[in-house]
């Protein structure tokens, strides 16, 4: 039965293409595609102010409404800010280790490093992010306990508490690519470097950098785009400070095309961000 | 370059793909909109069998089997007796209830004054057939047939019960113990940081409640109707009280948590989270401050789209009758809407305590209800501003 299907296959290029692509096409077109067209169609629609339903009629009110209010101005700004922040700390953090498994720790206790890394996604989001709740709590959080007698007090919740949050929950995400990425690099290259009288700090500017670029960029990607589309962690250590996400779930039960509105922000950002990876070429190389 | 080609076709056909989804989109979904008049939706004539289960949309504590505490439980005998299996969602705001309504997945919902219009406006609930719910003779009267519960004569749901928002505080930090509702609109509290406020759109009304009573120039009459000047001074005050905020609350568990941690010391907070928190052992009051309070008066109502409607009928049959309601009452901390219920609350004095038939007590305490454009304290002068311009407001004060 099985084998006489092979053949078939084997005989009709063209059946055997549509059997393959069949799933991954409906998936990306129907679920994925689909669901941004029906956002984007959403955003341009409005609702009966009483009862709440949607009036499939096409207008710009949303989009005005958001451009002309400067609480969304801020909104996008302070969102901006929190994931440029995310993924630049999550770099900092993630090259030295992902260089230190890498290169510098034996093959033995690499892969326990690799394990160890992330271990932090095998437990759930919520439970990680109400345990910074506790943590952060400000007169009697582990941190004011911990770091109090050298005079560094909780910052509470708000901004710094979110980014805190975020960088830890998407450091996995930053530190894999990269680790790959470094693994892929020959170690000749360099103690070549060294060899021609390079320092270190000049060779991971010259040589190492330029070549892990492509992973820095896709880990990036990952920070940056989980960051901006984040409400939760907003919602629990971001005291009265709001996110894009949060704006969106805000109004989703309410007002759903101006949800819609919003959520076209994070989709425009991104796609103008893999628009500037795209023109440094990292994207072929990835 | 034959690679280049190819993947240009590819995307031109995901293009046209993506279009047609687009197109289909936009079509499919037919028009439902509803100005004017109450969409006719059938209301239910007999009952039938059970259909084994039944899909709820309530608030938290109203809907207990025993799991929150083991000794408050009036599910588990219902789903003995009848054989519907209760599933509960719990929604934290009247727009999480309304916007869950409109999914077509639940067949009744516990909606306050605020949600219930909307429901019946939108085409969302079903008349009630009051005829097959024996236990809605013993409702009081002042309860049935309200303005937030009817349209025209016709019932669209169960009186549940009604309480009053209530201002929180920690007995042992907040001293002197507050009496009013300008502790939380005072910009020089010495609690700064550490005060909460409800988050919906329909905390402008505890604002305009309070400047009703304080700013009587304003002429507000009814937190509900607010004309444009009056909006503006609820949502200046609430700018005001901004700095003031730690945290709002939609997440009653959070809420909680905070009281308890101390994160939270004073502002607006409903009386089950109290109980819940001296439960764990935090010393916390509320009360109703001098100002009056906003509040709720509940009704359970059956989707339009029900597709457990007799189990939905069993239910409504069953949290109206005297001991669940009394049951609900005293767990929430509200005065229950059935008068049989007074005498099987565990504490006797809990329908006095929560003045279930003190008409006076209510005076001053004002139901949520859904602002419209026609003002619904009476004025026929004036526009009043619509609840959509209110969930504006308040996302654009959220998020500045």
Same mark, same amino acid.
């Given at each position: 039965?099985?084998?006489?299907?092979?053949?078939?296959?084997?005989?009709?290029?063209?059946?055997r293409l549509i059997a393959l692509l069949t799933a991954p096409v409906l998936w990306l077109v129907? *679920?994925?595609?689909?669901?941004?067209?029906?956002?984007?169609?959403?955003?341009?629609?409005?609702?009966?102010?009483?009862? @709440?339903?949607?009036?499939?009629?096409?207008?710009?009110?949303?989009?005005?409404?958001?451009?002309?209010? *400067?609480?969304?101005?801020?909104?996008?700004?302070?969102?901006?800010?929190?994931?440029?922040?995310?993924?630049?700390?999550?770099?900092?953090?993630?090259?030295?280790?992902?260089?230190?498994?890498?290169?510098?720790?034996?093959?033995?206790?690499?892969?326990?490093?690799?394990?160890?890394?992330?271990?932090?996604?095998?437990?759930?989001?919520?439970?990680?992010?109400? *345990? $910074?709740?506790?943590?952060?709590?400000? @007169?009697?959080?582990?941190?004011?306990?911990?770091?109090?007698?050298?005079?560094?007090?909780?910052?509470?919740? @708000?901004?710094?508490?979110?980014?805190?949050?975020?960088?830890?929950?998407?450091?996995?995400?930053?530190?894999?690519?990269?680790?790959?990425?470094?693994?892929?690099?020959?170690?000749?290259?360099?103690?070549?470097?060294?060899?021609?009288?390079?320092?270190? $700090?000049?060779?991971?500017?010259?040589?190492?950098?330029?070549?892990?670029?492509?992973?820095?960029?896709? @880990?990036?990607?990952?920070?940056?785009?989980?960051?901006?589309?984040?409400?939760?962690?907003?919602?629990?250590?971001?005291?009265?400070?709001?996110?894009?996400?949060?704006?969106?779930?805000?109004?989703?039960?309410?007002?759903?095309?101006? *949800?819609?509105?919003?959520?076209?922000?994070?989709?425009?950002?991104?796609?103008?961000?893999?628009?500037?990876?795209?023109?440094?070429?990292?994207?072929?190389?990835? | 370059?034959?690679?280049?080609?190819?993947?240009?076709?590819l995307?031109?056909q995901?293009?046209?793909?993506?279009?047609?989804?687009?197109?289909?989109?936009?079509?499919? !979904? !037919?028009?439902?909109?509803?100005?004017?008049?109450?969409?006719?939706?059938?209301?239910?004539?007999?009952?039938?069998?059970?259909?084994?289960?039944?899909?709820?949309?309530?608030?938290?504590?109203?809907?207990?089997?025993?799991?929150?505490?083991?000794?408050?439980?009036?599910?588990?005998?219902?789903?003995?007796?009848?054989?519907?299996?209760?599933?509960?969602?719990?929604?934290?705001?009247?727009?999480?209830?309304?916007?869950?309504?409109?999914?077509?997945?639940?067949?009744?919902?516990?909606? !306050?004054?605020?949600?219930?219009?909307?429901?019946?406006?939108?085409?969302?609930?079903?008349?009630?057939?009051?005829?097959?719910?024996?236990?809605?003779?013993?409702?009081?009267?002042?309860?049935?047939?309200?303005?937030?519960?009817?349209?025209?004569?016709?019932?669209?749901?169960?009186?549940?019960?009604?309480?009053?928002?209530?201002?929180?505080?920690?007995?042992?930090?907040?001293?002197?113990?507050?009496?009013?509702?300008?502790?939380?609109?005072?910009?020089?509290?010495?609690?700064?940081?550490?005060?909460?406020?409800?988050?919906?759109?329909?905390?402008?009304?505890?604002?305009?409640?309070?400047?009703?009573?304080?700013?009587?120039?304003?002429?507000?009459?009814?937190?509900?109707?607010?004309?444009?000047?009056?909006?503006?001074?609820?949502?200046?005050?609430?700018?005001?009280?901004?700095?003031?905020?730690?945290?709002?609350?939609?997440?009653?568990?959070?809420?909680?948590?905070?009281?308890?941690?101390?994160?939270?010391?004073?502002?607006?907070?409903?009386?089950?989270?109290?109980?819940?928190?001296?439960?764990?052992?935090?010393?916390?009051?509320?009360?109703?401050?001098?100002?009056?309070?906003?509040?709720?008066?509940?009704?359970?109502?059956?989707?339009?789209?029900?597709?457990?409607?007799?189990?939905?009928?069993?239910?409504?049959?069953?949290?109206?009758?005297?001991?669940?309601?009394?049951?609900?009452?005293?767990?929430?901390?509200?005065?229950?809407?059935?008068?049989?219920?007074?005498?099987?609350?565990?504490?006797?004095?809990?329908?006095?305590?929560?003045?279930?038939?003190?008409?006076?007590?209510?005076?001053?305490?004002?139901?949520?209800?859904?602002?419209?454009?026609?003002?619904?304290?009476?004025?026929?002068?004036?526009?009043?501003?619509?609840?959509?311009?209110?969930?504006?407001?308040?996302?654009?004060?959220?998020?500045?």
């Open positions: 039965m099985l084998d006489s299907l092979a053949t078939t296959m084997h005989k009709k290029p063209r059946l129907v *679920a994925y595609l689909g669901a941004l067209a029906t956002l984007l169609v959403t955003a341009f629609f409005t609702i009966d102010s009483f009862t @709440g339903n949607v009036i499939q009629q096409f207008n710009l009110n949303n989009f005005q409404d958001m451009f002309t209010d *400067a609480a969304y101005k801020n909104v996008v700004l302070r969102t901006l800010g929190i994931a440029i922040a995310v993924t630049l700390i999550c770099s900092i953090l993630a090259i030295p280790m992902a260089f230190y498994m890498a290169k510098v720790a034996k093959p033995r206790s690499q892969k326990v490093l690799v394990a160890l890394v992330l271990t932090p996604l095998w437990a759930s989001y919520l439970v990680k992010i109400y *345990a $910074w709740r506790s943590m952060l709590e400000p @007169g009697n959080g582990v941190i004011d306990w911990l770091l109090g007698p050298i005079g560094i007090s909780s910052p509470g919740f @708000g901004g710094p508490a979110i980014i805190i949050g975020l960088s830890y929950l998407w450091l996995p995400y930053m530190i894999l690519p990269i680790y790959a990425g470094l693994e892929r690099l020959p170690n000749n290259l360099l103690d070549a470097s060294g060899d021609l009288g390079a320092h270190n $700090w000049y060779t991971f500017r010259k040589v190492i950098l330029p070549l892990i670029f492509p992973s820095l960029v896709a @880990g990036s990607m990952f920070t940056f785009s989980l960051s901006l589309g984040d409400y939760i962690t907003a919602q629990i250590i971001g005291g009265k400070l709001q996110m894009l996400g949060n704006v969106v779930y805000q109004n989703f039960s309410i007002n759903l095309p101006f *949800a819609a509105t919003i959520a076209t922000i994070p989709v425009t950002i991104m796609a103008i961000y893999l628009w500037l990876v795209r023109r440094t070429g990292a994207l072929a190389s990835m | 370059m034959e690679v280049q080609m190819h993947k240009k076709r995307f031109s995901i293009a046209a793909a993506s279009v047609a989804v687009l197109i289909l989109a936009g079509c499919s !979904s !037919s028009s439902d909109s509803a100005s004017g008049g109450v969409p006719k939706v059938d209301m239910m004539k007999e009952l039938g069998a059970g259909e084994g289960q039944v899909n709820i949309v309530a608030w938290a504590g109203y809907v207990e089997n025993g799991s929150t505490d083991p000794k408050v439980d009036w599910v588990t005998g219902f789903e003995k007796e009848t054989g519907c299996k209760v599933n509960v969602k719990n929604g934290a705001t009247s727009d999480d209830m309304v916007a869950l309504m409109k999914t077509g997945e639940y067949d009744v919902v516990s909606a !306050s004054g605020d949600a219930s219009l909307r429901l019946i406006y939108g085409g969302d609930v079903a008349p009630v057939n009051t005829d097959l719910i024996p236990n809605y003779a013993d409702i009081f009267d002042n309860l049935k047939m309200q303005q937030w519960n009817s349209v025209d004569g016709v019932a669209y749901g169960i009186p549940h019960g009604r309480g009053a928002n209530l201002l929180a505080y920690r007995t042992d930090i907040v001293k002197p113990a507050p009496t009013s509702w300008g502790s939380v609109f005072d910009t020089n509290s010495p609690y700064k940081g550490k005060i909460t406020a409800y988050d919906s759109p329909i905390y402008l009304a505890d604002a305009a409640l309070y400047l009703m009573k304080t700013k009587p120039e304003l002429g507000i009459k009814y937190p509900y109707a607010l004309d444009q000047t009056q909006f503006d001074a609820a949502v200046e005050l609430l700018k005001a009280q901004k700095p003031l905020i730690g945290e709002y609350w939609g997440d009653y568990l959070k809420h909680v948590a905070s009281l308890k941690s101390g994160g939270t010391v004073l502002g607006t907070t409903w009386q089950v989270n109290i109980n819940l928190a001296k439960g764990e052992g935090t010393k916390v009051e509320g009360i109703k401050p001098v100002e009056g309070s906003t509040g709720w008066s509940d009704t359970w109502m059956i989707s339009s789209k029900a597709k457990n409607p007799n189990c939905a009928y069993l239910w409504m049959n069953h949290i109206a009758s005297p001991a669940a309601n009394a049951g609900v009452a005293e767990w929430f901390g509200e005065a229950p809407s059935n008068a049989k219920s007074c005498d099987l609350t565990a504490d006797k004095n809990h329908c006095a305590t929560f003045h279930a038939a003190d008409d006076a007590y209510w005076k001053d305490v004002y139901y949520w209800n859904t602002p419209t454009e026609a003002c619904l304290d009476g004025r026929t002068d004036v526009k009043c501003v619509p609840y959509a311009e209110w969930v504006k407001a308040w996302s654009s004060l959220r998020n500045s």
